[in-house]
């Protein structure tokens, strides 16, 4: 998934855009937490950089220090969730290649240096030392041609400016806004609406780059668009809606905070249907698992009639107990219904419900948006089985066709709009080829999982163990998993491009 954003500002002289990148981080951080990075571009095409595993809080040291290392009145950011590549400091982004030998180089197994290699390379084609607009528009061209998958990209360009494209599906979001300011319009792109916001957009400046289209932004001039490959559809990723994007965002015309209202009604209904009138009225409270899933809980709630409690206090994650805690007077003698986004593996949500009852809860009926498939703890288990698994009384999923029909309702294209759901269906939009997860599986160092998740699996899946299993994932989490942020290398690393 990510998060990127770039600035560039109408005043050349500036020094200032690491600011407004750094502050922009902060406010994607849930998009990425294994690394982050800065470049910037300032006078004569010097380029600045700082980037290293771990939160922008660590790599940037404390309030930002870093930061006024980094001078330019352009610059990019990144925030790196690994779907691709492993977790090596060489991954962490923006990626700079500033000679011709080094832009041919694959040094690391992340895609987008696949891909930023094959739009140098078709830059390096027109032969020239300075390229324009209408050049960048050309390559991009012959790029999409050359690849294929979902992709939301920013490049920087010493002399030029910055260059924003989409893949022709649409399904990687990212969206551009504009602020006047005294002498001219400084412009941000990002991963998600709010980045913008916060930069000072105003709404009517924020648009989606369409899928297909490329945007560039010429030092002192407006923002030039281009159709670079025509749509192949218009499918946005819908587990940004349901999980992955922040509530305050707007993707693609869908308020996110909306969209997980919609969910949590057509949840209500299943939930009604599946526990019938006697269970349902035994129901006491309705209480979300933070933080993605408290508006649909409050939907849930609301279309129940029935009382809403946050009874769980979400601190900094370390391990699940660390990460909430549960308030007893929300849960004693009560009838519980748990509202979630996902079950994934089951570790999480064992380790709540475990927690649900020793707060005092009578039972525990746990609602949840959707499941993953394959490895994960739903995969061949009937709700009862998972409901075991997980240490609930019931289980009550969520139909797809809910899920997609909670955001084709709020969506301005059309009530039959289509979205890129195969992180559940399994059936994506773009053609997958064969043996491509097998790559990834290998690539990732899988079959050498932390010990962590192993002990978690065990826990569960063996109830004949003297211990309780929720325990036995606790203690693996602390004793075994590596912690939650990595040690961490930074460089500034200094490039003339003789601008």
């Known amino acids: ?81 690994p779907t691709m590549g492993t977790a090596s400091q060489s991954e962490a982004q923006p990626l700079n290649y500033l000679d011709q030998e080094a832009r041919r180089h694959i040094n690391t197994d992340s895609d987008s240096e696949i891909l930023l290699n094959i739009f140098a390379n078709e830059l390096n084609v027109t032969g020239k030392a300075r390229v324009n607009a209408e050049d960048c528009f050309k390559s991009l061209e012959r790029t999409y041609s050359k690849c294929e998958g979902s992709w939301a990209c920013i490049a920087m360009i010493a002399g030029l400016g910055l260059v924003g494209f989409r893949d022709p599906y649409g399904i990687r979001p990212i969206v551009i806004g504009s602020r006047v300011v005294e002498g001219g319009t400084d412009y941000m792109i990002a991963s998600e609406s ?17 899928p297909g289209e490329a945007v560039v932004f010429v030092k002192g001039l407006e923002p030039v668009f281009r159709q670079v490959q025509p749509a192949a559809s218009y499918t946005p990723d819908i587990f940004e809606y349901l999980y992955f994007a922040r509530p305050d965002s707007i993707i693609d015309g869908i308020s996110v905070e909306n969209a997980r209202f919609k969910m949590g009604e057509k949840s209500a209904t299943t939930i009604k249907k599946e526990l019938g009138p006697e269970r349902l009225a035994q129901v006491d409270v309705v209480i979300p698992i933070p933080e993605t899933a ?58 709540i419900c475990s927690m649900a009852r020793e707060a005092g809860a009578k039972s525990i009926v746990s609602a949840i948006d959707l499941a993953f498939p394959d490895e994960l703890v739903a995969f061949s288990k009937t709700p009862v089985e998972i409901a ?31 979205f890129e759901t195969g992180v559940f269906s399994g059936c994506y939009v773009t053609r997958v080829p064969e043996g491509y997860f097998e790559h990834l599986e290998r690539v990732r160092g899988r079959n050498k999982k932390p010990k962590v998740l192993e002990a978690a699996r065990r826990a569960i899946g063996d109830p004949g163990r003297d211990e309780n299993s929720s325990q036995a994932v606790s203690r693996a989490e602390l004793g075994s998993a590596p912690p939650l942020i990595a040690s961490y290398s930074q460089d500034i690393s200094l490039h003339n491009f003789n601008d």
């Open 294 to 351: 408290n508006t649909s809980a409050r939907a849930v709630a609301s279309y129940l009639k029935k009382e809403l409690a946050n009874g769980f206090v979400k601190a900094k994650p370390v391990c699940v107990r660390r990460k909430f805690n549960a308030m007893s007077a929300e849960f004693k003698d009560k009838n519980v219904l748990l509202v979630d986004d996902t079950i994934v593996r089951g570790n999480t949500t064992l380790e």
């Open 1 to 81: 998934m990510c998060g990127i954003v770039a600035v560039i500002h109408a005043d050349t002289s500036s020094s200032s855009a690491a600011v407004d990148l750094h502050d922009a981080l902060y406010l994607l951080q849930h998009r990425g937490q294994d690394a982050c990075g800065i470049a910037t571009c300032g006078s004569g095409g010097r380029i600045y950089q700082c980037k290293g595993n771990g939160l922008a809080s660590k790599v940037f040291g404390n309030d930002g220090q870093r930061i006024n290392d980094l001078a330019g009145f352009m610059g990019l950011g990144h925030l790196r969730y």
């Open 194 to 210: 709010v980045a913008l916001q916060f930069f000072g957009c105003p709404p009517e400046s924020i648009r989606d780059i369409q």
């Open 388 to 418: 075991r698994a997980i240490g609930a009384d019931t289980v009550i999923y969520q139909s797809f066709s809910d899920l997609e029909a909670a955001c084709a309702e709020l969506s301005p294209r059309s009530i039959d709009c289509r």
